[in-house]
Nanobody, 121 residues
Framework: QVQLAESGGGSVQPGGSLRLSCAAS????????IGWFRQAPGKEREGISCISSAGFAYYADSVKGRFTGSRDNAKNTVYLQMTNLKPEDTAVYFC???????????????WGQGTQVTVSS
């Protein structure tokens, strides 16, 4: 069965850090670009990052300079290192797989279930 699973979410104070993981099963992550999205209550799902199959990463302006994507193809896993977290980063975070990097929801084929990130004092 083709699946993606996020982990690493939790609650942190403003200025804190978290590292999210996205693990694939049932397919080879190496062949895909992996996007990261987030959705806060009452808001549209927002594309924040994508890392291509070649390892090139792209970021939305809202997270640029604070978040860093990487991938470990041997582990069939990608990561999103989040630093200097802000209350407005609070959301459910999703990873998703597609053939070409995009921050658009519609182009992604496989989605994880999401992991909650809460940033509050």
């Amino acid at each position: 069965q083709v699946q993606l699973a996020e982990s690493g979410g939790g609650s942190v104070q403003p200025g804190g850090s978290l590292r999210l993981s996205c693990a694939a099963s049932g397919f080879t992550l190496r062949d895909y670009a992996i996007g990261w999205f987030r959705q806060a209550p009452g808001k549209e799902r927002e594309g924040i990052s994508c890392i291509s199959s070649a390892g090139f990463a792209y970021y939305a302006d809202s997270v640029k300079g604070r978040f860093t994507g990487s991938r470990d193809n041997a582990k069939n896993t990608v990561y999103l290192q989040m630093t200097n977290l802000k209350p407005e980063d609070t959301a459910v975070y999703f990873c998703a797989a597609t053939r070409r990097c995009s921050l658009r929801v519609a182009v992604y084929d496989y989605w994880g279930q999401g992991t909650q990130v809460t940033v509050s004092s």
